[in-house]
């Protein structure tokens, strides 16, 4: 079965600190998508990166960057001297491969930054 | 590009009642996924369709069900509501294809609040 497990609830730091949600998953499957979503108070889930099995390669955006580890089935997520507009609640999620694509999705991590 | 709307934004209902939730998907996309959302709580997947038919579900009951139209709209009904129906219900599209509707990463709406008293 597959699930997603974000152990921090709830993160607070000043900004231009630096901050990483944590992510673990598990799957049966060989083959799979993980995703990263932010979630601002509007209710939106925006979609922050996708990655599958295959690619162990980090990514870096801007003040975003991925940490993925499939011997330790994780999939961390830091954010670089924070500011106050990274302020949301950021869900990890996993799809394994199916006919179609279904997000189970962490029950998430709340970070607020404040000035 | 339009991105994914919703309507109602808000919605409040008694239980036993029935319920239609609206959502348009992003230009381009095909595919539309259902999510509810309770309070504290990450998304779970309802269905997903793909070119007009269910092509997935997950642990939600008949009562749930839903179209979509030639233009890839949806909708969501839920019947005999329930007060634990009370979520942020989620429409995401997507592009996808005849092999997989996976491909592509899901583009979410703001979602309609449901409340069930």
């Known amino acids: 079965a597959q699930k997603v497990t974000q152990a921090q609830t709830e993160i607070s730091v000043v900004e231009k600190e630096d901050v990483t949600l944590d992510c673990v998953y598990e799957t049966r499957d060989t083959t799979y998508y993980l995703f990263w979503y932010k979630q601002p108070p509007s209710g939106e889930l925006v979609f922050l990166i996708r990655?599958?099995?295959?690619?162990?390669q980090n990514e870096i955006s801007g003040r975003y960057s991925w940490n993925f580890q499939k011997s330790t089935s994780s999939f961390n997520f830091t954010i670089t001297a924070s500011q106050v507009v990274d302020s949301a609640v950021y869900f990890c999620a996993l799809s394994e491969y199916t006919g179609f694509q279904k997000l189970v999705f962490g029950t998430g991590t709340r970070l607020l930054v404040s000035p | 590009e339009t991105g994914v709307t919703q309507s109602p934004t808000h919605l409040i209902k008694t239980r036993g009642q029935q319920v239609t939730l609206r959502c348009s998907s992003q230009?381009?996309?095909?595919?539309v996924s259902w999510y509810q959302q309770a309070l504290g709580q990450g998304p779970q997947f309802i269905f997903q369709?793909?070119?007009?038919?269910?092509?997935g579900r997950g642990n939600f009951p008949p009562r749930f069900s839903g179209l979509q139209f030639p233009n890839y709209s949806s909708e969501l009904n839920v019947n005999a509501l329930e007060l634990d129906d009370s979520a942020l219900y989620l429409c995401a599209s997507s592009h996808g294809t005849a092999i997989a509707t996976y491909n592509s990463p899901l583009h979410f709406g703001n979602g309609t609040r449901l409340t069930v008293t």
């Open positions: 369709y793909y070119r007009e038919e269910e092509n």
């Open positions: 990655r599958n099995s295959f690619d162990e």
């Open positions: 230009s381009g996309h095909n595919t």
